[in-house]
């Protein structure tokens, strides 16, 4: 296990270095950080010239990149151009963003699964058909037409809730973001699910299962979920990354500073240090997450063991 | 769950099972074991085209006979139809608007209304198809390409090319697709659904090249495939003619899913304003516009046709992906 896990860090070294040096690329090369700062109107060359010189602008793209992961790693994230450092836009974004994260992310299991297993169990039936033609209308319907229109029938019309969220983010305010924001995926894990229970619902190991007197639901939770859990955990642990990222969307329609509203502000003002930053550790977030998924199978399935 | 009454077991729905008996009772579908003995080969000439053709003639059988396949076949053939000549159904013109009609209700000649600029909706929901559907389609084939290719390499040569490749697969694989889609497309000055058609295709292809390694490496075990290269037959005579024949199934089958979630995103980036700018006509340029300060409060009708349309049209594409991967899944059968 130890020496499974340490081969899987170093391989994440060089994937982690790739993908940041992507998004450093599109940044730093694609787009002009000090331009940006003077807005339409063009900036005094020699007042550019410093500038370039101040952030190393000037020096070639791989210098640039290795300066800066070499800062990131003593915790500077560098000044945004706007004078406050990263770091501190990122202390107040990211509990919100985690927070929202995890109602998504727990509402998807819970519902998504419950929802798979009922359906999986009961192929055909009035509720099978039902489900599954939510599902395919939940993945057809994008998500910000989805979130405006909750947004406007709850929160303006009816007033169950407050249409935007205020800057603490309170759990019970982020319950319906966080559902808009799992929509999809909690449609993805019930098929995923109602697939995989279905077919393993044939297996021998429910067949003795049952053959043993079981209770039905004991054969249910313990041997018929937890083998037919491996592909729903896969997903979901990929899906961690799509959540942070897709709360763009969803932080824009509920006003939520979190995460995904200031990299939207960054990207808007092109304020790289901030973009880069924030991109830097949701890339680092989501090859953790697909890690622990990795290390989760051994739990789930006895049968898988690291060397 | 307490009304758990009893576990379906085996599932009502199989034909096959119930008797306990021998394990596997051989009866049914076995269509990869050996040529039937009455149809010898003929000389000289490999068995393989004939097979790949089964696979796809089965498909095509099993496909005509399943409703949803026809439905959003049907469906996607009519949006494509109208996204190539929008005027078959559509007479106006979608820049053409007059202010004056802001946020008019549906009237008759107007069947949809009109929206904040006085545009007449129908009109730019028919010619909103194009974009939409470009995107959709040339980022797809953009993706099953590079992702066929990057995967089928890295399968088919193994050792030291799988490592270098299917790293550069993870690299990409570790950039969440809307936001590196937004940081590019923010960066660039150009507009246009060519630079949205790039990076979608940039960003998506691992999932394709994964999905393409699997099927090549388990292809290349093949006898035909040995039976082949000890005919003397070169690396590219043997991806292109004995390979992708048997590995191109689930490409084409991600690709199609793929598709349709192509189109949602393109919808997404316009919304945020870094996809597909105003004189373009798309939906989600239209979507954008409608819930912009929630300017469908007091006329629905300019949110609700655009997102109909889209919505439709994404899940004419998942649906028809579902059905051709069910009919050329042979597990399934």
């Known amino acids: ?307 | 769950m307490p009304d758990q009454g009893r576990l379906p077991l085996p599932a009502e729905d199989d034909p096959v099972g119930g008797g306990s008996g021998p394990p596997e009772p051989a009866g049914a579908p076995t269509p990869t074991l050996a040529p039937a003995p009455g149809r010898p080969a003929g000389p000289g000439a490999s068995p393989e085209p004939d097979e790949a053709r089964g696979l796809w003639r089965d498909a095509w059988l099993d496909l005509r006979r399943n409703p949803v396949f026809l439905v959003s076949a049907l469906l996607i053939c009519f949006l494509v139809l109208i996204a190539l000549w929008p005027g078959l159904i559509a007479t106006g013109d979608p820049l053409r608007c007059s202010l004056g009609r802001s946020l008019e209700g549906p009237s008759p000649g107007h069947w949809f209304g009109f929206d904040t600029q006085g545009c007449d909706v129908y009109t730019r929901t028919v010619y909103g198809a194009r974009a939409s559907i470009a995107v959709g389609v040339c980022a797809a084939l953009g993706v099953a390409v590079l992702g066929a290719a990057v995967g089928g390499l890295a399968g088919y040569f193994g050792g030291p090319w799988d490592t270098a490749l299917s790293r550069l697969t993870d690299v990409f694989f570790g950039i969440p697709m809307v936001l590196g889609a937004i940081v590019f497309l923010s960066m660039i000055t150009l507009s246009g659904i060519w630079p949205v058609v790039l990076i979608i295709s940039a960003l998506g292809w691992p999932q394709i090249a994964r999905i393409a390694r699997g099927a090549v490496i388990t292809a290349k075990q093949h006898d035909y495939v040995q039976a082949a290269r000890a005919l003397g037959a070169g690396h590219t005579r043997l991806l292109l003619r004995h390979i992708l024949p048997n590995a191109v199934a689930p490409v084409i089958v991600m690709a199609t899913v793929m598709l349709g979630t192509f189109i949602a995103l393109e919808a997404t980036l316009s919304y945020l304003g870094v996809g597909l700018r105003p004189p373009t006509v798309s939906w989600g340029v239209d979507i954008s516009a409608a819930s912009d300060g929630m300017q469908f409060r007091n006329a629905p009708h300019i949110l609700l046709y655009p997102a109909a349309a889209l919505s439709l049209t994404v899940l004419a594409f998942i649906m028809l992906g579902d059905a051709v991967r069910d009919a050329l899944d042979p597990k399934l059968r």
């Not at chain 1, 098929?191 to 639901?217: F, Q, W």
């Not at chain 1, 990222?245 to 240090?273: C, D, H, K, M």
């Not at chain 1, 090859?287 to 990795?294: E, K, P, R, T």
Request: hydrophobic share 50%; proline share 5%.
């Open chain 1, 1 to 307: 296990m130890g020496r499974y896990l340490l081969r899987r860090l170093v391989q994440m070294v060089p994937v982690f270095t790739g993908a940041t040096f992507l998004i450093f690329l599109m940044v730093y090369a694609l787009g002009d950080p000090v331009t940006a700062l003077f807005g339409d109107r063009g900036p005094d060359p020699a007042t550019a010239r410093a500038l370039r010189a101040e952030f190393n602008l000037d020096k070639p793209l791989w210098e640039q990149y290795l300066r800066y992961m070499g800062k990131i790693f003593t915790g500077d994230f560098g000044t945004a151009f706007n004078g406050r450092p990263v770091t501190e836009l990122m202390a107040n974004a990211f509990p919100i963003s985690f927070r929202l994260m995890l109602v998504a992310l727990g509402l998807e299991m819970v519902l998504g699964v419950a929802l798979g297993v009922l359906t999986g169990l009961r192929r055909g039936r009035a509720l099978d058909t039902s489900v599954l033609l939510a599902t395919l209308v939940v993945i057809a319907v994008p998500t910000f037409v989805l979130g405006t229109t909750a947004q406007y029938l709850l929160g303006v019309e009816l007033g169950w809730i407050q249409p935007a969220v205020s800057p603490d983010a309170r759990l019970d305010e982020l319950l319906l973001p966080g559902l808009i924001l799992c929509l999809v995926s909690l449609a993805y894990v019930t098929r995923l699910t109602r697939t995989s229970v279905a077919e393993n619902a044939r297996a021998d190991y429910v067949r003795t299962a049952v053959a043993k007197g079981l209770p039905a639901r004991r054969v249910t939770v313990r041997h018929l979920l937890r083998n037919s859990l491996i592909p729903v955990v896969t997903y979901l642990g990929a899906d961690i990354g799509t959540l942070m990222a897709g709360a763009i969307v969803t932080e824009r329609i509920f006003n939520i500073q979190g995460v995904g509203y200031q990299l939207f502000q960054g990207i808007v003002r092109q304020n790289s240090p901030t973009v880069v930053g924030f991109v830097v550790v949701l890339v680092l977030i989501f090859l953790l997450a697909n890690l622990f998924v990795d290390l989760l199978y051994a739990v789930l399935d006895p049968r898988i063991r690291y060397a």
